[in-house]
């Protein structure tokens, strides 16, 4: 091979290494950016009062004047809207008066049976009764008339009352619509029942998911299948054009325009996200429970793993002969390396759960032991490979003073091996902490409150890798939860990070006073 | 004068030809004060005795069948060609050769009228009462105080003020203390060379041995530092049974009293060591002394 050709292999092996790093490096960043940025937003947002009220009632947090003046203030910015409302069901309202009046007469003309039947139904429809009440009552007339065995007498009325309501019923069904859609945006309007979901009693918490209903208000979002040759085709009206002529027409544009005094966008810092627990499915407040069941479980499964694998690493370096029992366990243990996480799974709920029994349910301690056992072939391995490289003169300067086989490796071989140990734990530690598989079988719900350390050992709990999991493919509502999801990732990406710093702290600490 | 002394040395053969002349003289005078260069060797107690003593790694006989008293108070040398079996006899002393799997012995080999080789002796004990000095230095990566500190600690000793005197009377025996008196908390793995050799010579002192093994303990260090770890066992000398395996014949003559000649696991020539170096009985050992082989 002459010069030329190996100072061209050089640089190509150069450019090789270069290229990967750099692939590694983009795929890092094509990963975690948006990990980073819309996680952050779970934690950092422009939250409306909606959330402040939220943070207020379900969590006790924030001042009661400062949440009593702003919902005056944004009353007094909403009230035009409820205004508008009013005045377009009262004119509706109106529209069916005429139908009223006709019944009246008859009834007045008939008297008798009748006449006390359509007074009793009409006193239902007084002056305060909701458009959808009035409408109920003339479809009960309405089919009380048809009822009459002499029912072609009153075939007028029935026409009227036929009439009027169809025009009206139509009206408020787009008014329906409408209300729907304000609903979403600024919580239950003033009149309405209190509703049963947690997540109605608000409107949107935070700005974006505000500006996302705003949208959803202004305008009319349909499918238009009337070309049958092809899929079905979306299409946009404004609401505004469904009004035209009444008083709700100007309700749109006054939305649109007051939209921030309605819901007052601040930038929060919403640190409770991490101490917090959620309300509703993960509608409202943190992650608490779930960060806090991903600790318990990473440190139980330490707990279990890092004494039996140095243990077993010491064993199998300092003790063991090197006999073809040891070796086939050696084999063994790389290939439980191996093994997928799933039927460590399987293997935590056949065995600690119906088989020994630890707890009745899924739990914590359950859930430790799987992840033990998982991690443990890693912890082993690097263990063993942290004792190996420890130089052989230091044993035998400790054999030669007089100490005897255990005191050397308690005293001089595990100090020294603890940093490579320590890597090994913390690679294991964030496997530990993010893998799922383990844990459905054996600890982790969907739901829960968090739980103390005692209860850790007969109590299952969620945890931040199951709860993504379980976020994006079983929640009924997760577009409207997506930044709780990248929260919890973020969350997850950021403790197991955390983990490793710490961790490479202590090691550079301990080397460098290895190293002297 | 001292290039005399090197010339003597470094040209053996020429000093041989002049058996008595002034060579010897030389020697004498560079040699430890109270070192008695005729003294025979039957006339001394035996610390260590070898009994047909032989070593075997599997079935490599190393240690041949090897007989040899070793004087109390005494710096023995062993000297020989690579691979001879001069550090697996001195590691069978205190039993170092145990670490190694394939490793037996055959024969006695005798401390204090006592088989070192007996099931019944503790080695732990044992190696507490026969100290080892390694070809290169091994401190822990422990501060300097821990280093000298460990085996009195291994011993059970917890009382800060006396392990303090340990270890300041064991870096003084070793001549260190002076230098690291201000910096015992720094990593003993921060001094150079010399100094790392001084402070396991102090490690090994401070557990209060009776012998001191020494396996080419200079071997990784320069001139200087190797003088000083000579001064040291000069010093030792008469308070401690010294055994030092040595590639540097200059070395031998220089500290030991008496000296070993080996030769693929035999022992050729024993006895004084300026008697040794000066009119050697055995062809072999002339041939080795004066640079014809090994
Ligand atoms: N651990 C071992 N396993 C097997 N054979 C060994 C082992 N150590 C040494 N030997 C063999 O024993 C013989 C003596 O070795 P030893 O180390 O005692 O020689 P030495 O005189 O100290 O040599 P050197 O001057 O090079 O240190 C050699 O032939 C060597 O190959
Ligand atoms: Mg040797």
Known sequence: MNLHTRKLLDRSFTAAGFFAIVMMACALILILYPIISRGLGAYIFRATCEHRRVQFEEFQAGSRQEIEREAAEIAAVRQPVFDMIAAHEKDLKAELQEAFDQVRALAAAEGGFLQRSLERRLKRAHADASLEECLAVLSDIRESLKGQYDHERFIGVIGVITERKQRVEQAAGKLSDMKHALRDLLGPLPGDRRPELLRSHYGQTRWDRSLHYLDKFLYRYDWDYTNAENTGVKTRTPRADEFRGTDLEPAFGYVRDNIEAMMQPRLTFYWRFLTTDSRDAHFFGGIWPEVLGTFYLTIGAMLFAIPMGVIAAIYLCEYARPTKTVSLLRSCMSTLAGVPSIVFGLFGLAFFLNTVGVSDSKSVLAGSLTLALMILPTVIRASEEAILAVPFTYKEAALGLGAGRWRTVLTVILPAALPGILTGIVISMGRAAGETAPIIFTAAVSVGLAISPLQALDSPTPALPWNIYNLCTEHEAVDEIRHVQFGMVFTLVALVLALNIIAIALRARISRKLRG | ?294
Request: aromatic share 6%.
């Open chain 2, 1 to 294: 004068m001292s290039t005399a002394v090197d010339a003597a040395l470094t040209h053996p053969d020429e000093s041989t030809q002049q058996p008595g002349d002034s060579g010897i003289t030389m020697h004498r005078m560079k040699s430890f004060a109270g070192r008695d260069d005729h003294t025979g060797l039957e006339t001394l107690e035996a610390h260590v005795q070898a009994r047909n003593f032989s070593i075997f790694y599997g079935d490599n006989e190393a240690v041949r069948s090897l007989s040899m008293d070793i004087p109390r108070s005494r710096v023995t040398a062993i000297i020989g060609p690579s691979g001879c079996g001069k550090s697996t006899f001195l590691r069978a002393v205190n039993r170092m050769n145990d670490l190694i799997p394939r490793c037996h012995t055959n024969g006695e080999l005798m401390f204090d009228e006592e088989n070192v080789y007996d099931p019944m002796v503790d080695v732990v004990q044992l190696r507490q009462r026969i100290g080892m000095v390694f070809q290169k230095p091994n401190p822990f990566p422990k501060s300097i105080f821990d280093n000298v500190a460990y085996g009195p600690r291994l011993q059970g000793e917890r009382n800060r003020g006396r392990l303090a005197d340990i270890v300041e009377r064991s870096l003084r025996g070793a001549v260190l203390w002076d230098e690291v008196k201000d910096r015992l908390h720094d990593n003993a793995l921060g001094l150079s060379g010399g100094p790392q050799q001084r402070m396991c010579l102090a490690r090994a002192l401070a557990v209060n041995p009776e012998i001191l093994l020494m396996d080419e303990p200079t071997s990784a260090l320069d001139p200087r530092s190797t003088a000083s770890i000579e001064a040291l066992i000069g010093q030792l000398r008469g308070d401690y049974t010294i055994i030092i395996v040595t590639h540097n014949m200059q070395q031998a003559a220089r500290v030991s009293d008496f000296t070993a000649f080996m030769y693929e696991g035999l022992l050729i020539e024993y006895g004084n060591t300026t008697k040794l170096f000066t009119n050697p009985a055995n062809k072999q050992t002339e041939d080795y002394i004066t640079g014809r082989f090994g």
